[in-house]
């Protein structure tokens, strides 16, 4: 019993960084109605990004995600006015095959410069022992950044004038539009703030597991199953359910092999989908 305990602990912390890289998605998605294809190539590039700025600079990796959530948002704009902001407004279609289009791109460089070899961030934090069970600090570390994270975009949304722009754009654009709003300028910092939360997921999923180029493909999958769990737009939301998903992983991973986890979570998906195609929580508040 206190194995399972332990799982459904160790669960609920990877599932805090689930959430944080779901929001990215959320925000791009509810803001933007634009399916962000280029998501799993974006949280690859967080995992190297910590790699290659942790190899040159040994400090602690936490206080390198303030240059690496930076330098999120500043190629968030980059791939926004290559790649995206000619399709919004355009059907869905355009904007999965222009999303998809700098994924491969993405991946493609990244194969040539890293190949598909794993890597690894050597840094570690002491953990907390609890009777027979230790809590990796590197785990607890992570679940408190991305929780941190999330709040501080939370803060963002709805207690900051641009923050009030970009919900205002999301409810109806043309209105924001009427009063004074540049939705361009809007769609463009919502896009880097969706980039940038991709990235530091990313950057914190590399203090936990060794990592490809390719690894961001299991967080992008990852991230829509949170993101119908949530509901689109709701920064809390996708936290919470990002953290249940992590809870489900530690309850049936004692049980089943890890191999069946994805079917488990994609068997979720689709009931939730069913039942609640707004999301859990968008449901609740209606």
């Known amino acids: 019993m206190g194995g399972i305990l332990a799982s459904m602990l160790d669960g609920l912390l990877v599932g805090a960084v689930y959430g944080l890289a779901a929001m990215g998605l959320s925000l791009i998605w509810g803001v933007m109605d634009v399916i962000n294809l ?35 948002m500043v190629l968030g704009v980059i791939v926004y006015w290559m790649a995206v902001h000619w399709v919004v ?14 994924n491969m ?26 009777g027979p069970y230790t809590f990796t600090g590197n785990h607890i570390a992570a679940a408190i950044a991305a929780v941190v994270i999330a709040l501080g975009l939370e803060l963002f949304l709805y207690r900051t004038r641009f923050g009030k722009a970009i919900r205002a754009v999301s409810d109806n654009r043309d209105a924001a539009e009427l009063m004074g709003i540049s939705s361009t300028g809007v769609l463009t910092l919502a896009f880097a703030i969706g980039i940038a939360l991709a990235i530091a997921s990313g950057a914190l999923v590399s203090t936990l597991f060794p990592f490809t180029i390719l690894s961001g493909a299991v967080y992008q ?32 991973t004692p049980f089943i092999a890890v191999s069946w986890v994805p079917l488990i979570e994609f068997g979720l998906f689709v009931v939730v989908l069913i039942f609640f195609p707004r999301g859990i929580f968008v449901r609740a508040n209606a």
């Open 38 to 72: 280029t998501h799993g190539s974006m949280i690859a590039l967080g995992m190297f990004f910590l790699y290659l700025m942790y190899s040159v600079i040994h400090t602690n990796v936490y206080v390198l995600l303030i240059p690496i959530i930076i330098g999120g």
């Open 89 to 102: 407004g355009r059907s869905q279609l355009m904007s999965l095959l222009s999303t998809f289009a700098v």
């Open 105 to 130: 791109m993405v991946i493609g460089i990244g194969t040539a410069i890293w190949s598909t070899s794993p890597y690894n961030v050597d840094f570690s934090l002491p953990g907390i022992t609890v």
């Open 221 to 252: 999958l990852k991230s829509f199953v949170v993101t119908v769990l949530a509901g689109l737009g709701k920064p809390l939301g996708a936290l919470i359910a990002g953290l249940l998903l992590g809870l489900l992983e530690g309850v049936v």
